[in-house]
Every structure is written in C-alpha cells, then in structure tokens.
C-alpha cells in the first residue's frame, strides 16, 4: 500500500499570508493529484502532476520524484481559499483502473 | 452538464435496513468509484468500476454491493446497514481505463451523508 503522509493536519494563516502544505508518499508514483473539499463538503481537483511544477492562479504545485514528496504553496492566501487540501497517489503497481489512494487532508482556515 | 450526482443527499437507517446510493456522470466517463469518507480518516475507496459490466472491490468493500448499470449509471447498496456504515459517501469518475489512468482527474458528486442509528 502507498503510505500518503500530509503535514500540517491543520494550519491557520492570515489573509495575505504565504502557505505551504506538504505531502510526501512511500513508493514511487506516476502521478499526483492535489484536490479541495469545501466547507460544504464539495470536492475538486486542483491538480495533477508527474514532474515539476504546476501553476494555476494564486496555487502553485511542486513535487519531486526521487525525494516522494510534493508541496502546494497559495501565494497572497484569502479567507475563500479556507478549505481542506487532500493529496493523492496512485496504488503500488501504477493504479491501471484509475483508483488513488488519498491523504487524509490539510485543514487550512485562512483569517481577515 | 450537471457532472456527478448523487441522490439522496442526506439518509438515516435504522441498523439491519438497506439502502442504495444513487450515481450517475454525464461525461461519457469510463471508470467509476465509490468513497466513504470519516472522521479524521482520508477516503477509502468502497468498488470501483473500469467499464461498464466490469465492478472490483477496493479498500473496504465489506458490507457493501454495487452495480454498474450502464456507462453512466454505479448504484452502491447497503443490504443490512450498521452503526458502522455511518459515513459520507462520495461518488466519483474519470476518463479512467488502462495504461496512465492515473493520470486522470477524478470528477466528485456533492456527497450522500449516510446515519445509521
């Protein structure tokens, strides 16, 4: 089984502050998903990245392959952006079905 | 295109009562899942299904049954429910299927909040 450690579990920031969230895995992977579950429960993918880097407005992906450990940084963060941040790997052997195996999510609480 | 839904959005049982979960995506997706998801616990996959007629267990498939109708429909049944099935239920999809099906952004319904007293 992939091991999907995040940290911090929980995280409180003010607005405009920069926000690093980390998550690393315990066997090397193809590809990772970072997604976000609203408040109200709804939840969506944010990104999915094999190497590099992935940028879309304020958020901001990294990951690194050799060290199994991805980071999702928000840039100028705001109350909006208040939400839980879940990554996810695929299973030993590559996933082929499409199933991923999910941390257990970032709770992040952006202040005014 | 309304995407992923679920129906109902809200249920409560009582222990040894069944129930089904109601799925279905209009993105013409290949693969389909079922999640529950507790309390300080990431989701754990329930079934999922590669392509219609085709259905596998995931993490914790106990308790639980499933149907792919059809390509746009998964259906999770709880035949005799307990405390313990007392989650919320996602239901997700994605192009999925083969080679690189990691790749694939998964596509979530609002979620079923299931009690069962």
């Known amino acids: 089984k992939n091991e999907v450690e995040q940290s911090p579990q929980n995280l409180t920031a003010q607005e405009g502050e920069f926000i690093t969230i980390n998550c690393s895995y315990s066997v090397g992977i193809s590809a990772l998903h970072w997604l976000q579950q609203h408040p109200g429960g709804g939840i969506v993918s944010l990104f999915m990245?094999?190497?590099g880097k992935k940028k879309h407005g304020r958020l901001i992906a990294t990951i690194n392959i050799q060290e199994k450990h991805s980071s999702l940084h928000i840039t100028a963060s705001h109350p909006r952006d208040s939400a839980v941040y879940i990554c996810?790997?695929?299973?030993?052997?590559?996933?082929?079905?499409?199933?991923?195996?999910f941390g257990k999510g970032t709770k992040l609480s952006v202040k005014p | 295109n309304a995407g992923v839904t679920q129906t109902p959005k809200f249920q409560v049982l009582k222990t040894g009562q069944s129930m089904t979960l109601q799925c279905a995506q209009d993105?013409?997706?290949?693969?389909m899942y079922w999640y529950r998801q507790d309390p300080g616990m990431g989701l754990r996959l329930i079934y999922y299904?590669?392509?219609?007629?085709?259905?596998d267990k995931g993490e914790v498939p106990n308790g639980y049954n499933v149907s792919r109708l059809n390509k746009r429909e998964f259906s999770l049944r709880l035949e005799s429910a307990a405390p313990s099935q007392t989650s919320v239920y996602f239901c997700?999809?994605?192009?999925?299927?083969?080679?690189?099906?990691?790749?694939?952004?998964?596509?979530f319904g609002p979620g079923t909040r299931l009690t069962v007293l």
């Open positions: 299904s590669a392509s219609e007629g085709t259905t």
């Open positions: 993105m013409n997706h290949n693969s």
């Open positions: 996810a790997v695929p299973p030993p052997g590559g996933g082929s079905q499409g199933n991923l195996i």
């Open positions: 990245l094999s190497s």
């Open positions: 997700a999809s994605s192009e999925g299927g083969g080679m690189g099906s990691s790749y694939n952004e998964q596509f």
